[in-house]
């Protein structure tokens, strides 16, 4: 990354900061789209004044979910012709016009994750039986600066809520396992945490390759808990995202993973056109399906298709 590549950055919060940090770090200009009075250079406060202004190369949408179908259509509408990364989910909810387009991609970054990444290779020569995902994390110690009460993953109308929140294991599940083809799902608004968005949800589901595949969402966990379970027909792997480990069978293994690799690597993929791993706009609404079907299966306690 060089300052070849011009980036417009559109949101300011956590997120928008890290990926603005690390652009800065590699030598991208960056200019930002705030509505917050921000003392930084190149800040503006709408969207067609930015691009005009830094006619930039490349866009990162990182506003929260449910200005994401906002931003997109302000950009479609404009001559931008450049490549867009939109933070996930996508949407908090699928529009039913969606913009066309071209050069888009969902900031899964946990593709990126060096033990995704063996997994995968490893899977290639596996005949996979079972898989089982796990993601738990307390919302209240989550931001420790921020009242958890007023985050976006409090309030459902933002997106958040953890089938949107942790989606990350719905896409890194379609990564490795293909796209889901049924499921069934259970959950809710389970806890007394004061959020009007699901702190818990659990879908079992199958796919072309695989017959059973749990994952597990909650909000809940007053430690952090991130692992994934695979049997296949000669081994069990046990992959630990918190410790950085990967087991198999009776041998593990330990990665050393820093905290921004992962967002590192995704924008060296997206600034120079590496799409192997990104996610793909499709993709992304392959997993809004996947969350709106969830949803609808735990409502009507029902098996739900992807048809």
Request: glycine content about 4%.
């Amino acid at each position: 990354m060089n300052s070849k590549y011009r980036v417009l950055i559109i949101g300011y919060g956590s997120i928008g900061q890290r990926h603005a940090r690390l652009l800065i770090e590699s030598g991208a200009q960056v200019s930002i789209v705030s509505r917050r009075k921000l003392e930084l250079p190149n800040v503006f406060h709408n969207i067609e004044i930015a691009l005009s202004k830094s006619n930039p190369s490349h866009i990162i949408i990182s506003t929260e979910t449910s200005a994401h179908i906002e931003a997109m259509r302000t950009i479609r509408d404009t001559s931008f012709q450049g490549s867009i990364l939109v933070e996930k989910p996508l949407f908090a909810s699928t529009p039913p016009d969606l913009p066309v387009i071209n050069n888009c991609y969902v900031a899964y970054n946990l593709r990126f994750h060096p033990l995704v990444q063996r997994m995968k290779q490893i899977l290639q020569t596996e005949q996979v039986i079972s898989v089982s995902a796990y993601v738990g994390q307390y919302l209240p110690s989550w931001r420790p600066q921020t009242d958890y009460r007023t985050c976006y993953s409090a309030k459902r109308d933002c997106g958040g809520g953890v089938l949107r929140d942790l989606s990350h294991e719905l896409d890194y599940l379609s990564f490795l396992f293909g796209p889901w083809n049924s499921l069934v799902a259970h959950g809710g608004k389970f806890s007394s945490l004061e959020i009007d968005s699901d702190d818990l949800f659990s879908i079992t589901y199958e796919t072309q390759i695989v017959k059973s595949i749990n994952v597990h969402l909650n909000y809940l966990d007053r430690f952090p808990q991130r692992y994934l379970c695979v049997n296949t027909t000669t081994s069990t792997f046990h992959v630990d995202f918190i410790s950085g480990s990967i087991r198999e069978n009776e041998h593990s293994i330990a990665v050393d993973v820093h905290r921004d690799f992962t967002y590192r690597e995704q924008l060296k993929a997206f600034l120079s056109s590496d799409s192997k791993n990104l996610c793909t706009i499709n993709e992304g609404l392959e997993v809004m399906k996947m969350i709106e079907a969830a949803e609808f299966s735990s409502k009507k306690k029902v098996w739900v298709t992807n048809g």
